[in-house]
T-cell receptor, first 112, second 113 residues
Framework: GAGVSQSPSNKVTEKGKDVELRCDPISGHTALYWYRQSLGQGLEFLIYFQGNSAPDKSGLPSDRFSAERTGGSVSTLTIQRTQQEDSAVYLC??????????FGPGTRLTVL | GESVGLHLPTLSVQEGDNSIINCAYSNSASDYFIWYKQESGKGPQFIIDIRSNMDKRQGQRVTVLLNKTVKHLSLQIAATQPGDSAVYFCAEHGSGNTGKLIFGQGTTLQVKP
C-alpha cells in the first residue's frame, strides 16, 4: 500500500512569509509525528498526534509553529513569519499499534 | 535530560567488510530501540528493532546487540555493500506508552568500492 506522503517536496520562501507543509499518513495509522532535521543533524521532535487525544506540542520551538490534524488523517504544519533558521527538512511519520514509525520523504524548506 | 548519542559521526569501510555502528543511550528505563537508515534526500527507513528484554536480534545481513549494563546499542552489517552507504540513526522509546522516539545524531556510513 501507499506510504507516508508529504507535499511539497521542496519549498523556497522569503523571510517573513507563512508556509504550510502537508502530511498524508498511511491509511489507518492513528499516530502522526512531525520532526525537523537540520543539515547533517538528527531528528528534532516537534509535535505528536495520537487519535483524538490532545496533541503533544512539547517540541515546537516557538509560537510561530503550529500543526493540526483534520479528521484523524491529514496533517498540516504551519510556520508563520518564517526565519532563516527555520530552513530544514521537515519529516512526517505515522504509526499504527507498534512503536515503529514510518517516515515520509520530507519537505525541504529554504527560507531566503 | 534523556539523550541518545552515537560514538562516531562517520564510519568508512571497504566493500565486503563488516560494519559496526555504535550508540549510547542514557535512559535505563527505555524499553524499545530501533535503527533507521536514511539515504540522501529520503526519509528514514526502518532497519531493525529490539526490545529491552532481548540482547540480540538478527535480520537479513544486520544484527542489533543491546547491552543494558552499559546502556549500549550496536548495529552490525555483514558484507557491507555500496547500497549500505547512508546515515544510520538509533532511537529509543522510554518506558510507558508515550509512543515517542528519541533519536541520536546519526552516523554516516561510507562504503568504499
Amino acid at each position: 500500500g501507499a506510504g507516508v506522503s508529504q507535499s511539497p517536496s521542496n519549498k523556497v520562501t522569503e523571510k517573513g512569509k507563512d508556509v504550510e507543509l502537508r502530511c498524508d499518513p498511511i491509511s489507518g495509522h492513528t499516530a502522526l509525528y512531525w520532526y525537523r532535521q537540520s543539515l547533517g543533524q538528527g531528528l528534532e521532535f516537534l509535535i505528536y498526534f495520537q487519535g483524538n487525544s490532545a496533541p503533544d506540542k512539547s517540541g515546537l520551538p516557538s509560537d510561530r509553529f503550529s500543526a493540526e490534524r483534520t479528521g484523524g488523517s491529514v496533517s498540516t504544519l504551519t510556520i508563520q513569519r518564517t526565519q532563516q533558521e527555520d530552513s530544514a527538512v521537515y519529516l512526517c511519520a505515522s504509526r499504527f499499534s507498534g512503536l515503529e514509525q514510518f517516515f515520509g520523504p520530507g519537505t525541504r524548506l529554504t527560507v531566503l | 535530560g534523556e539523550s541518545v548519542g552515537l560514538h562516531l559521526p562517520t564510519l568508512s569501510v571497504q566493500e565486503g567488510d563488516n560494519s559496526i555502528i555504535n550508540c549510547a543511550y542514557s535512559n535505563s528505563a527505555s524499553d524499545y530501540f530501533i535503527w533507521y537508515k536514511q539515504e540522501s534526500g529520503k526519509g528514514p527507513q526502518f532497519i531493525i528493532d529490539i526490545r529491552s528484554n532481548m540482547d540480540k536480534r538478527q535480520g537479513q545481513r544486520v544484527t542489533v546487540l543491546l547491552n543494558k549494563t552499559v546502556k549500549h546499542l550496536s548495529l552490525q552489517i555483514a558484507a557491507t555493500q555500496p547500497g549500505d552507504s547512508a546515515v544510520y540513526f538509533c532511537a529509543e522509546h522510554g518506558s510507558g506508552n508515550t509512543g515517542k522516539l528519541i533519536f541520536g545524531q546519526g552516523t554516516t556510513l561510507q562504503v568504499k568500492p
